[in-house]
DNA sequence: TTGTCAAGAATGATCGATCATTTCCTAAAA
DNA sequence: TTTTAGGAAATGATCGATCATTCTTGACAA
């Protein structure tokens, strides 16, 4: 078997990997809703393959928090809440802070300048989609992502830079959604140099209440969302 | 289908479940040594199932991270090592600080009580096993885990309770590893109970420090056993 | 109308056969 | 002796049929 290309430029070496990914990025991006059922058949249908993969991926997902498992119930994307949003908030908070701090203690040089550069790099990456088209700009969230996960990469715990990376995910995903339900995105362009400014001024209580903030705003926003859409 | 046996006292609805409960404590109880291959055929005659639900298993393990999965390469016991073991006490340490000083901070009457009565038991409980086998004492496990768990209980989030559980399960693998290579457990008794003291006396620093003292030591009692496995 | 219950349909879970890939073993060549 | 090629064996991955459970539907009774 060669490399398998269910969706444009995804490979890899079993359908599971390949299937996980997909329905991995279709709950991220939104288009797997929450509360959705998750029918085996359906997607194995959808994916043309079998049901031991989809099980798979589905078991995967469950584990990683972004489906729901309950057996003999099946599977379901995972619901999301207020609280749920919130919890999460608290957790990216905490850990960000956390890491940053370890970095701005442990980082060397290399640490500035990755920071500096996904900085940049993400300052010349536009927000919306070359193309003109409404979805989310891939591109614009890998470089969003790698700023923030530089910013802790240091810290000297991967289980740390691991856990906010699981964080981010999980958050992106509420933005996703905000962004579909039609959330307007205050542009926090300079938000992401000041942070970086402090982490390299080493001012680790500036970062830490500069990337707080950052979250909980981003936060409030996508609260709304959900508060308006629930009720 | 009734209820599944396929150890004592476990019973689940579907086979996968139960296979995954069982194989997940073999890890932890150290009979699946670290980097034991887990073979889908073994399995599934030692489990008397067929091989999806051993499959399903092994992915739910692999994402928890107490299995690896490489693909088509199928799956292995997770390896221990002393870096890992480091960033995994680590990470203990900083997640129950903020656990406990949370809860400090938040938890009502309830709390103290079921930091009390967790405890107690705790000292009730004998750490080795009524039967004189030398496994472990599997109720002196469960109160273990329950007063570390109870110290955390009122930091209001459930991310970062269910976090401290994951990384109590992580560590404890360590120390049945530690267990079986014949380590003499210098007993804690009055490490908890001085933690205990010192939660209910709202005293947060005092809390945050034993419990790190607490965590650090039994982390370097693993490492020597560990490192003079490994010499 | 509302509640109950028994088919029947839909869905979830499991099974073992089969296909694909990796690993192991052996013999010939360097 | 070491290396390498090739094929057999072992193992991993996938498939679709089948079994088990849950959900749906609609007739009937209260």
Same mark, same amino acid.
């Given at each position: 078997?060669?490399?398998?290309?269910?969706?444009?430029?995804?490979?890899? #070496?079993?359908? $599971?990997?390949? &299937?996980?990914?997909?329905?991995?990025?279709?709950?991220?991006?939104?288009?797997?809703? /929450?509360?959705? #059922?998750?029918?085996?058949?359906?997607?194995?249908?959808?994916?043309?393959?079998?049901?031991? /993969?989809?099980?798979?991926?589905?078991?995967?997902? $469950?584990?990683?928090?972004?489906?729901?498992?309950?057996?003999?119930?099946?599977?379901?994307?995972?619901? &999301?809440? &207020? /609280?749920?949003?919130?919890?999460?908030?608290?957790?990216?908070?905490?850990?960000?802070?956390?890491?940053?701090?370890?970095?701005?203690?442990?980082?060397?040089?290399?640490?500035?300048?990755?920071?500096?550069?996904?900085?940049?790099?993400?300052?010349?990456?536009?927000?919306?989609? @070359?193309?003109?088209?409404?979805?989310?700009?891939?591109?614009?969230?890998?470089?969003? #992502? $790698?700023?923030?996960? $530089?910013?802790?990469?240091?810290?000297?715990?991967?289980?740390?830079?691991?856990?906010?990376?699981?964080?981010?995910?999980?958050?992106?995903?509420?933005?996703?959604?905000?962004?579909?339900?039609?959330? @307007?995105?205050?542009?926090?362009?300079?938000?992401?140099?000041?942070?970086?400014?402090?982490?390299?001024?080493?001012?680790?209580?500036?970062?830490?209440?500069?990337?707080?903030?950052?979250?909980?705003?981003?936060?409030?926003?996508?609260?709304?969302?959900?508060?308006?859409?629930?009720?």
């Amino acid at each position: 078997m060669q490399g398998l290309h269910l969706i444009e430029g995804t490979e890899t #070496k079993t359908r $599971a990997s390949a &299937v996980y990914l997909d329905i991995r990025r279709a709950i991220l991006e939104g288009s797997l809703v /929450p509360g959705a #059922k998750l029918n085996v058949r359906d997607l194995s249908a959808r994916f043309q393959t079998g049901l031991s /993969p989809v099980r798979e991926s589905l078991n995967r997902l $469950a584990m990683e928090g972004l489906a729901s498992h309950e057996d003999n119930r099946g599977f379901v994307v995972s619901p &999301v809440s &207020v /609280p749920e949003l919130q919890d999460l908030t608290q957790a990216r908070c905490w850990m960000n802070e956390l890491g940053v701090r370890r970095s701005i203690e442990l980082g060397d040089s290399a640490w500035e300048e990755a920071v500096l550069v996904t900085c940049h790099r993400l300052s010349r990456t536009p927000r919306s989609r @070359a193309d003109g088209l409404p979805g989310p700009n891939v591109d614009w969230e890998q470089a969003h #992502k $790698a700023f923030h996960q $530089a910013l802790v990469s240091a810290c000297g715990s991967n289980w740390l830079i691991e856990t906010c990376s699981q964080l981010y995910d999980s958050a992106d995903r509420y933005r996703s959604l905000a962004r579909l339900a039609g959330a @307007a995105r205050h542009d926090p362009l300079d938000e992401h140099s000041e942070i970086m400014t402090a982490a390299l001024d080493r001012d680790a209580d500036r970062s830490a209440r500069l990337l707080t903030e950052h979250f909980q705003r981003t936060a409030e926003l996508v609260q709304t969302v959900i508060r308006t859409q629930e009720g």
